[in-house]
């Protein structure tokens, strides 16, 4: 099914292909790229041609190959190859190792090649978010759509900031490698817009002088002068332009806004974040972070997947999500520890 793409101004990626390995050859299920059907046939079929399935993937793993050119100036893919277990199968190969998938992200731009690791975390969280475990589960009704909808938000032109404890403006690719209460600027170059956000509590002052910060940054930018700029402290509008800026999901807007109205974290609010299918696994995972944060003890994550048997970065992933999303307050992820704010103040 094709849906021809609508203008998306500054965004990043312009639409998606996903290529399903079936017994009998590649499958597109679904295309809302700017690509026709038989040039998103031909995509998959040359380039599986030249990648090659020799090697398997392992359980869990997601490789990606680009940019390659498209059939279509002047789009460009990156093949995102992973595996889903096969629902029916008599290709002896197929059962063993499973169902190749290939999602194609089809873009303008070289600026993806730095959103490469933001966009595998995107696709992994999506795939257990709706709960897809077999190629089956792929294409069930809107799936496809819902995960189009989801990976097609990372805007271009967007250049991201953070504020160090010496007040200096630093770059950074990855939200886990800065300070959780660190400011960020998203410096948006096409709208000419600086918008700082504040992810903790600040006084006045502190907010004076951060607007001096930005007006001396802004006189290093060739018409800085014409920027707007604005502080954002509300977590749901924060966690909005992270996601657009590639750097967290895109949050489930109505669930944010429960959380949002309530001032206790609950063990139900924490389970209905953290779905996937493992519920026992999960249901540990879940008791001793709120006993992390109901007693301020530093929780070794590394420990907590041995207990649990569930991967330190699948444990880290979520928790940054939720610390992100201003689900988890006053807390942090900090040399393979989850820490609350309570043992800091110690």
């Known amino acids: 099914m094709h849906e021809n793409s609508a203008s998306r101004g500054s965004t990043l990626i312009d639409g998606l292909i996903i290529t399903v390995f079936k017994d009998d050859g590649p499958f597109n299920i679904h295309n809302s790229s700017p690509l026709s059907e038989d040039e998103a046939f031909n995509l998959a079929i040359k380039t599986l041609t030249a990648i090659g399935s020799d090697i398997p993937l392992n359980h869990g793993e997601i490789r990606s190959y680009g940019p390659m050119p498209t059939h279509k100036e002047p789009y460009l893919t990156i093949g995102f190859i992973f595996t889903l277990k096969a629902k ?173 109205l309530s001032d206790q974290l609950t063990f139900e609010d924490l389970d209905s974040f953290f779905d996937f299918h493992i519920t026992t696994k999960r249901h540990q995972l879940i008791t001793q972070i709120l006993q992390s944060i109901e007693e301020g003890l530093p929780l070794n994550l590394y420990e907590l997947s041995t207990q649990t048997g569930i991967s330190v970065e699948l444990i880290e992933e979520f928790l940054v999500s939720a610390i992100s999303s201003g689900l988890i307050q006053n807390s942090k992820i900090e040399n393979g520890f989850f820490i609350s704010q309570k043992e800091t103040e110690k």
């Open 88 to 260: 029916i199968t008599s290709d002896t190969r197929i059962a063993r190792f499973g169902r190749i998938v290939v999602f194609w992200i089809i873009t303008r731009s070289t600026a993806l090649m730095k959103y490469i690791g933001v966009i595998k975390r995107m696709i992994r969280r999506t795939l257990q978010m709706y709960h897809i475990k077999t190629d089956d589960d792929l294409e069930k009704e809107n799936i496809p759509q819902k995960i189009s909808e989801k990976i097609q938000i990372i805007e271009t032109g967007i250049e991201a900031y953070y504020i160090n404890d010496n007040n200096e403006i630093k770059s950074f690719l990855d939200l886990p490698l800065i300070p959780s209460n660190s400011p960020i600027l998203l410096i948006d170059n096409p709208n000419k817009h600086i918008r700082v956000l504040l992810r903790e509590k600040s006084s006045p002052s502190k907010k004076i002088e951060l607007l001096q910060l930005i007006n001396d940054y802004k006189r290093k930018i060739p018409k800085g002068a014409i920027y707007k700029q604005e502080i954002i402290t509300d977590s749901i509008t924060i966690q909005h332009h992270l996601a657009k800026s590639g750097f967290v999901l895109q949050p489930e807007i109505g669930f944010q806004y429960r959380i949002h």
